[in-house]
């Protein structure tokens, strides 16, 4: 029988950030909801780039990392608490196409749970 996938819902709210007027995940949270690396979920990206237009997923910029970091207080102190490079941020549209280019259990379920909700749409 098949491991059940929940994301409590307030989970994901609380993940939910405005950049740049448009609401956004980072790389690093899609990357703990899928289950993966968040250098895996970057590298999706990067090897599909006609599937990540910028209205898809950007690279934040330093003065935005450094608000989030104060706003939702992930700002820690010591050795290996930073990142090398700034995050990726990726709108409603990005997620949905990290669900079709990834590969872990949750990106697969996550699949196909569109196309079954999808096909029981009625068309018009």
């Known amino acids: 029988m098949g491991k059940e996938i929940v994301i409590a819902q307030t989970h994901i709210e609380n993940r939910i ?63 290996g608490q930073h990142r090398k490079y700034l995050p990726f941020a990726f709108t409603e549209q990005g997620i949905a196409m990290l669900s079709a280019v990834l590969q872990t259990p949750v990106a697969v379920k996550v699949r196909k749970y569109r196309q079954t909700s999808k096909s029981g749409c009625s068309k018009s």
């Open 17 to 79: 950030f405005t950049v740049r007027g448009i609401q956004v995940m980072l790389d690093r949270d899609l990357a703990e909801m899928y289950q993966t690396e968040t250098k895996f979920i970057n590298r999706a990206m990067k090897r599909n780039p006609d599937r990540f237009p910028e209205t898809f997923a950007f690279q934040l910029t330093t003065k935005e990392w450094e608000s989030l970091r104060f706003q939702s207080g992930t700002l820690n102190a010591g050795r």
